[in-house]
């Protein structure tokens, strides 16, 4: 059973950075497709961005050239690190673990940016 375990979020003003970082569990993940979602009040779930086993990314466009997602497969870890942050970058941001029939989430780490 996969576990993903996220960290890094908090508060920050606008302009300002902040990198998230998410720790899987298991063997799966240097095999594994990952990506990092985010849900805002009110509105779905939408991806960010996607990173696969051979490193190819995929961002949406609201956060392409401000964001960058990265793995490191010794530390079975995902990172997003988020510059330029805009109030409107403010949700719940989530770790995804995708190999086969396996789809995992992480619990969410809260990101809110504020003045």
Do not use: H
Request: net charge positive; with cysteine; charged share 15%.
């Amino acid at each position: 059973q996969v576990q993903l375990v996220e960290s890094g979020g908090g508060l920050v003003q606008p302009g300002g950075s902040l990198r998230l970082s998410c720790a899987a569990s298991g063997s799966m993940f240097s095999i594994s497709v990952m990506g990092w979602y985010r849900q805002a009040p009110g509105k779905q779930r939408e991806l960010v961005a996607v990173i696969t086993k051979g490193g190819s990314t995929n961002y949406a466009d609201s956060v392409k050239g401000r964001f960058t997602i990265s793995r490191d497969n010794a530390k079975n870890t995902v990172y997003l690190q988020m510059n330029s942050l805009k109030p409107e970058d403010t949700a719940v941001y989530y770790c995804n673990l995708r190999i086969m029939a396996v789809d995992a989430w992480g619990q969410g780490t809260q990101v809110t940016v504020s003045s």
